[in-house]
């Protein structure tokens, strides 16, 4: 008779000191781990739960400007700093982990229509309704001296709007033309235009750097070459365009934040359907920033809220908003993708968490190993209805609220129409457009 | 034994075109022509083999069954995901060299019969720590008893019928609490650790503490003949003589069903440990499966030609044995067809059954009990010959195997009795599921967990892994209300456009002759479709009225 019984030696099962860790033995086998599945569902429905409860992305206000901000900037090596223009002319220099102003200038008077950093740092130009252009040095001045703009040019007409190139020594101004400067020169070393309107902004593309958009009151977004000094082709919408951004990541996809409450992601190479309309606000786009990743941009809107799209979404995945809060004209995501700033009409910047529910600070691995793991969860059963339902959720305003109803209700009228209309006639005849090709009128080259 | 597919096939190699200094192109090392500095060549090139059953195990998607009318981008994506299905289930399959226990084993020598060796010859043939796990309780004043491990297989709970309640963790041989109830004890579990006991008395239930003192007394589940506890749902099912089958979820105390079972006094229950159904066994023969969540039973099979006496079902859910007044003895395939696999009569019925975590069953038949065995861990117990048997001190009134222990206990009516049978138990336990070793800390951790992940009871049914699975028919429905709401199909094909080409190529002409192209290219497709359609449809005609016996009438049928 062969026997053996199995038989356990405690020893390799238990540690041997207080001060050891414990020991588990790991068995990977399925029948030992029944209800894989409900479990995991059970876990991901706890982490969506738990992602709303800690979802609390308000970090701080920044107060101190006398008038609405207008503009904002940030500094390309630090991201500590950020530039304000507001509407009574003062620029102000923020420390964002102190939550303080450095420094006050009062750089124009009326409103600074743009302020902009050159790629090094080391300078910043505004521009405002005094028609002038003014270079100031990032660092303050020095004890006992004045605060006195680097270099001032005087122009013609009023300028609206100002980027700088993000590898050499050139700025681009827009107001009835796009000019294009080189910063040693008092004149514009070229002057663009395509039509007779006035241009609001004007962007520089971070990827491909000699390609220029900017947006124009006659509906319209025009690309430009700088290298070639022209403009090289331009798209009609529906209704007017108030500014663009640049994918960081992508080197020919821009997205438009247009006054018809949506926003059009563009591919460059084929300007006839946007590759994605975003919409989800209730009133005018005013502003638009992408995230450093290049995946997510932020939107900021004349309703009193921001959202954040993902590029490839056509609906907004997080919305925010405060009483205390006004129109929001200018918002900026931070260069390490984490935060939002934005300057909106009741003189106040407010800094954001781009994710409501991140921990902030340093992570230990197990706090980081259960991060992933219930992001991956979540990721997973994203589709189940409860679950769907929890992690769609959010509070908005009574205001935006009721206004989404009665837009769903408006466009519901308008699509019944449509339905019927192409019922009633011979088949065909009505051409049926999709939602992307309704709102670009034309595309010129 | 199947090789596991080798790393890095031939990948073409990289000609730089700006680097013309370069001349040889880039190769990728190829591990079978390398050789060392001596000349010698690995004489098992590649990874090490995995065998195959072991990568079967680990494998959980079911890849015969396909999305009907899937877009091209849901089945790459679906692709990715099996290729890394397989992926992960041959690195499991390498990680089972890790677990550090063997199971145990009983070879008789040249042809000896194992069913005649007695437990003295094996503790006398076996180490110190086993044999000490051999033992008899001599409890003859308070009735026959029944008993319960946890679900470590740590702690012992046994009650006997004349009220004598008592807890011990068995291993150390440590009493923690002995009480008697001053009523019948009638059945006695372990909730979800050691540190709760539910006890179905004459009249109601009744929960302690392991230091025997009362915690509740449910007065709605009154007269329950059986208990079973489902450890992931928190849910204690009770059967009752009045023929109700009531779940109460433990960790928030509320009953979640009660459910009327129409047939009569319920005797027989068990629970199936690889979906949470309940199977209670009825004295017209048949087996009824239930779920919280219905109020009918999710099936009825008819397993016997009397009452059915005992039931029991594997840890994997595929067998079930059940054992009737008719003397006999079936087992029962689970999964998929739910017919009898083999049958035994037995000298006297079996009045109670259980099975271990390897596989083995075994079978009380008044004083004696007999264990089965199969040939590997996923094969059904042969009923030809028992594996081992025992004669009692007193009639069979409860049986089971301790968890991750060789080791069977057996109440009876002259107490408990623990018996060894080497190869029951799993050797290697996960330590974060149930670790018989755990220490309180652990202990605690563990039992947060378990609640925050504590399953609802609306998901128990027949296949748990049903909420993996794509809701076909959710998903068609949304499709034909989009359709009705938008007034056309967003998904349907669009009309043919021919592209314009340049240098006169796109005259009208020209863009008419594509159109029709590409029209008399459908059309033909819709035509070969069809007749093949029409083909089918008349072979399985004529195999039909093959088949049935010609009458008169068939010259009228098409």
């Known amino acids: 008779m062969k026997v053996k019984m199995l038989s356990r030696n405690p020893d390799n099962y238990v540690r041997d000191t207080k001060l050891d860790l414990q020991r588990v033995p790991r068995n990977y086998d399925p029948t030992l781990h029944p209800f894989e599945v409900p479990r995991e569902y059970v876990r991901a429905l706890n982490a969506t739960k738990l992602e709303r409860v800690f979802a609390k992305p ?100 009023v300028y609206t709007g100002i980027d700088h190139h993000w590898k050499e020594a050139v700025f681009a101004t827009c ?112 502003d638009v920033d992408y995230s450093p990743t290049g995946k997510e941009f932020v939107s900021a809107s004349f309703d009193k809220s921001i959202r954040i799209f993902p590029v490839d979404k056509s609906r907004s995945r997080e919305v925010y908003h405060t009483k205390r809060m006004q129109h929001v004209i200018c918002v900026k995501w931070t260069s390490d993708s984490k935060y939002i700033m934005c300057g909106s009409d009741e003189m106040n910047i407010r800094l954001w968490k781009a994710n409501a529910s991140e921990k902030l600070g340093v992570l230990t691995s197990r706090e980081k190993a259960a991060k992933d793991y219930n992001q991956k969860l979540k990721e997973k059963f994203q589709h189940y209805p409860h679950i769907k339902r929890i992690a769609r959720h959010r509070h908005l305003p009574k205001s935006i609220y009721s206004q989404i109803q009665e837009q769903r209700i408006m466009k519901e009228a308008r699509r019944r129409k449509e339905v019927n209309r192409i019922k009633h006639s011979k088949p065909g005849s009505v051409p049926i457009v999709s939602e992307k090709k309704k709102h670009v009128v034309a595309v010129v080259k | 034994m199947e090789t596991a597919p080798k790393p890095g096939s031939d990948v073409p190699p990289k000609k730089d075109k700006l680097q013309t200094k370069r001349k040889k192109p880039r190769e990728w090392k190829n591990p079978e022509s390398q050789r060392s500095l001596s000349g010698a ?94 033992f008899d309780l001599n409890l003859r004043q308070f009735g026959p008893y029944r008993l319960n491990y946890s679900r470590t297989g740590r702690h012992l709970a046994f009650g006997g019928r004349r009220g004598h309640v008592a807890a011990l963790d068995w291993v150390t041989k440590k009493l923690m609490c002995e009480i008697n109830v001053m009523e019948a004890v009638r059945d006695i579990r372990f909730l979800h650790s050691e540190a709760l006991l539910a006890v179905a008395q004459n009249r109601w239930l009744h929960i302690y503490d392991n230091q025997g003192i009362e915690l509740h007394c449910i007065r709605r589940c009154d ?170 001190s007193g009639p069979v009134h409860g049986l089971q195997f ?24 799993e050797p290697n336990f996960d330590g974060l599921e149930s670790n018989p070793y755990r220490s309180r800390k652990q202990r605690q951790e563990w039992e947060v967990k378990a609640l925050l992940e504590k399953v609802p009871a609306e998901l128990i049914c027949l296949d748990p892994r049903a909420l993996a699975e794509v809701d076909v028919i959710s998903l068609e429905q949304g ?12 998904e349907a094909k669009a009309p043919f456009q021919p592209k314009p080409k340049q240098k006169g190529r796109s005259s009208t002409a020209s863009l008419v002759k594509r159109k029709r192209k590409v029209m008399d290219e459908e059309h033909r497709d819709k035509v070969r479709q069809s007749l093949q359609q029409q083909q089918q449809q008349q072979k399985e005609a004529k195999a039909k009225s093959t088949g049935a016996r010609p009458s008169a009438l068939d010259r009228f049928v098409r």
């Open chain 2, 402 to 425: 301790c968890p991750f222990e060789d080791v069977l206990g057996v109440g009876h009516s002259g107490g408990i009795t623990s018996m060894l049978v080497p190869g029951a138990g």
């Open chain 2, 479 to 490: 499709k034909k209300e989009r359709i009705e709401r938008l007034g056309y199909d967003p």
């Open chain 1, 58 to 157: 308000f970090l701080a206000s920044l107060d101190g400007h006398r008038d609405g901000v207008n503009c904002l900037a940030k500094h390309p090596k630090n991201l500590a700093t950020v530039l304000s223009g507001a509407c009574d002319g003062e620029v102000r220099i923020w420390n964002l982990t102190q939550r303080n102003c450095i420094r006050t200038i009062q750089a124009h008077e009326g409103f600074v229509r743009g302020i902009c950093t050159r790629f090094c740092g080391t300078s910043f130009f505004t521009v405002g309704d005094d028609k002038t252009v003014k270079q100031w040095k990032m660092d303050g001045p020095g004890y006992g001296e004045e605060e006195e703009p680097l270099h001032t040019i005087l122009g013609k007409t």
């Open chain 1, 175 to 286: 107001g009835q033309q796009v000019d294009i400067w080189d910063e040693q020169r008092t004149n514009p070393i070229c002057s663009m235009t395509w039509g007779f309107d006035s241009i609001s902004s004007v962007k520089f593309n971070p990827v491909e750097t000699f390609l220029l958009g900017s947006c124009a009151s006659d509906r319209n977004i025009v690309l430009y070459d700088m290298r070639q000094a022209t403009p090289l082709k331009k798209v009609i919408l529906d209704m007017r365009t108030n500014t663009i951004c640049w994918n960081p990541m992508e080197a020919f996809i821009f997205t438009a934040a247009n006054e018809d409450y949506n926003l059009y992601t563009f591919d460059m190479r084929a300007l006839d359907t946007p590759v994605m309309v975003h919409m989800d606000h209730v009133s005018a786009v005013l």
């Open chain 2, 41 to 134: 060549q690995d004489p098992f090139p590649g990874p090490a083999p995995v065998p195959v059953e072991v990568v079967q195990k680990f494998c959980r998607i079911d890849k015969s069954r396909k999305l009907p009318r899937s877009k091209a981008k849901t089945r790459s994506r679906l692709e990715v995901a099996e290729a890394e299905e397989e992926e992960t289930s041959i690195k499991a399959a390498r990680s089972e060299l890790l677990l550090a226990e063997e199971p145990g084993f009983l070879e008789g020598e040249d042809g000896e019969d194992t069913a005649k060796i007695c437990q003295a010859d094996i503790v006398e043939a076996v180490d110190i720590a086993s044999a000490a796990k051999h």
């Open chain 2, 223 to 392: 007269r329950v003949t059986r208990l079973e506890f489902l450890p992931f749902h928190f849910l204690l099912a009770t059967a009752s003589e009045t023929g109700f089958l009531t779940y109460l979820d433990v960790s928030v105390g509320k009953i979640v069903a009660a459910l009327n079972a129409r047939a009569g006094r319920l005797d027989v229950m068990s629970q199936n440990p690889y979906n949470a159904v309940i199977h209670l066994g009825h004295s017209n023969g048949t087996v009824s499966l239930w779920s919280p969540a219905m109020k009918e039973p999710l099936a009825k099979i008819l397993c016997h030609r009397g009452g059915v006496r005992a039931v029991a079902v594997d840890s994997t859910g595929t067998y079930m044995a059940t054992s009737g007044l008719d003397h006999q003895l079936k087992i029962f395939d689970l999964r998929g067809t739910y017919q009898p696999l083999s049958t035994r009569t037995l000298p006297h019925g079996a009045g109670h059954l259980a099975f271990s975590q390897r596989g083995l069953l075994v079978a009380g038949m008044g004083d004696v009990v007999n264990i089965w065995a199969g040939q590997g861990k996923a094969s059904p117990p042969s009923l030809e010959q028992p594996y081992l048997t025992h004669r009692l």
